[in-house]
Antibody, heavy 121, light 107 residues
């Protein structure tokens, strides 16, 4: 079945970077985009950016421009999200999610289980 | 950026009720809107895409409608499993944006 499995919880110090992985299975990895969405404690959902593994194109939210890098490894069917210059405001659950890459299809029909990232000194 | 504003933020209802959640957009667009359900500590689950198309496996008591700047999610005959938080998401343009969420509570 279609599945996205994320790496485990991380605890980082302010100013550090974190890299979260998202392993895809059960579908053709290059036929779908992988997005990253975060949810701070008790808050709503915030889109961070996405990658199309088929052509390695990326697009980021301006809220994270310069701090977030999304990449993919087709041979490993895995996408990655790296966030740098962490502050306590980056403490959140980070989700990866799948969508078709075409306009009109950019909604999320499968989500990873989420990765808790805690930023604390 | 398209801002999505959901109302109400919290809704108290009883089993069997019909409830409506509204999502208003800061700019007009046609149909590229999705709805998700999220339960505490769980992953969001796609309910509806393209404003009114039910995702496979989603009960028919869920329905969506709207266009322009106003979209609605309706749950008819509310069931115990429906008490959760609901989010709208526009995919008309980047950055993709979500509404702030509507928590449906037991009355």
């Amino acid at each position: 079945q279609v599945q996205l499995v994320q790496s485990g919880a991380e605890v980082e110090k302010p100013g550090a970077s974190v890299k979260v992985s998202c392993k895809a299975s059960g579908y053709s990895f290059t036929d779908y985009g992988v997005h990253w969405v975060r949810q701070a404690p008790g808050q709503g959902l915030e889109w961070m950016g996405w990658i199309n593994p088929g052509n390695v194109n990326t697009k980021y939210s301006q809220n994270f421009q310069g701090r977030v890098t999304i990449s993919s490894d087709t041979s490993a069917t895995t996408a990655y999200m790296e966030l740098s210059s962490l502050t306590s405001e980056d403490t959140a659950v980070y989700f990866c999610a799948r969508s078709r890459p075409d306009r009109g299809w950019i909604y999320f029909d499968c989500w990873g289980q989420g990765t808790q990232v805690t930023v604390s000194s | 950026d398209i801002q999505m504003t959901q109302s109400p933020s919290t809704l108290s209802a009883s089993v069997g009720d019909r409830v409506t959640i509204t999502c208003r957009a800061s700019q007009s667009f046609s149909t590229w809107l999705a709805w998700y359900q999220q339960k505490p500590g769980k992953v969001p689950n796609l309910l509806i895409y393209k404003t009114s198309t039910l995702e496979s496996g989603v009960p028919s008591r869920f329905s969506g409608s709207g266009s322009g700047t106003e979209f609605t999610l309706t749950i008819s005959n509310l069931q115990p499993d429906d008490f959760a938080t609901y989010y709208c998401q526009q995919y008309h343009s980047y950055p993709l944006t979500f509404g702030g969420g509507t928590k449906v509570e037991i009355k």
